[in-house]
């Protein structure tokens, strides 16, 4: 049924000169409308709309000889029109917020001068810039080099996942740009690393030292921000703007060379191998009962990632570990 006809017939039942079938047909329309107004639109547009229910509801109220049927179907016509309005508000605003967080998260990269390089390849793409810093940029990822890197500041702005070995320069510290993020390093390697469905980003750290933080200034000139070292990354909650220290997934060994012959124990003592993990991977190891520092070990475990020498090491003793934050915890109350 057009606005048109609707208007024709709406007049004509006012007038109580509807025939049945006219009438079934205003509640055939009506329910169809009814069961549809979640998905699609009454009328052209919110003028037509208000237009069309204003008009009606002033007969309504004029008139002194509508019977209760009647009485009932329109006063369905304005809930159903009042669910179109609704919808219109809602899908309005909706699509508002969603355009102004578009815009929001993409003018930060849009917006800068410079050179900008797309990975459109199935394959890791490397860049390496100007001061000998290199840029791995997985698949889909983007990133813009400001036109004024190296003059006082190394300003880079990401979009996706990328993998960062940048040259030390104490005089001009590199600055990686995810969305509300910022990355701030003077020389080290690191992963930055957005999580879309999760609304986050991972920085991992592989070497040297990371500052991360937040675009927005708080009182007293502080930051929302956090220090990262190797083996560690900072998870920043979009939503929430929270940034989560923790342990990488998997640790890597961060000195080579002490690795295979630390890991060789003969009747150790627990303490002793928690100090030697602590050197060697960077991560703390806090034994939480006294009594369990002295249980000895006997084994080897090279070539096991940290996860599987704990599992190997807190079984042995039938003692139990768990992580917070960037230190692992070695609970138990005495060997078995």
Known sequence: MTQREFDQLSEKYLRGACSPE????????????????????????????TTTEKRLWQRIQNSTQMDRGRRH?????????????????????????????AQKN?????????????????????????????IILEKNASIVVDEHYGRRTRKVYLQGEAYFEVKPNPQKPFLVFTESLVTEVLGTSFRIKPQ???????????????????????????????????????????????????????PQVLIPDLAHADFQFEDTSLEQIARIMQKVYGIELVLTNEHIRSCKFTGNLNGLSLQKQLDLLCGSFNIAYEIRGTSVFILGDHCE
């Open 196 to 250: 879309v469905l999760q609304k986050t980003i991972e920085v991992s750290v592989h070497s040297g030292r990371v500052s991360v933080y937040t675009t927005e200034t708080l009182p007293n000139k502080k930051r929302n921000g956090l220090i990262l070292t190797p083996n560690q990354k900072g998870i920043f909650h979009q939503e929430s703007k929270i940034i989560q220290q923790a342990i990488v997934d998997a």
């Open 73 to 101: 179907l329109l006063f369905s016509l304005r809930i159903v029109a009042g669910l179109a309005a609704t919808l219109l508000l809602l899908l309005g605003y909706f699509y508002w917020q969603n355009q102004a967080t």
């Open 22 to 49: 006219e009438i079934r047909l205003l509640e055939t329309w009506y329910q169809a409308q009814y069961e549809s107004s979640q998905q699609t639109e009454l009328f052209a547009d919110t003028q037509a709309l």
């Open 106 to 134: 993409y003018s930060e990269l849009a917006q800068q001068q410079g050179i900008e390089s797309i990975n459109t390849s199935q394959h890791r793409q490397k860049l390496v810039l100007a001061d000998g810093s290199s």
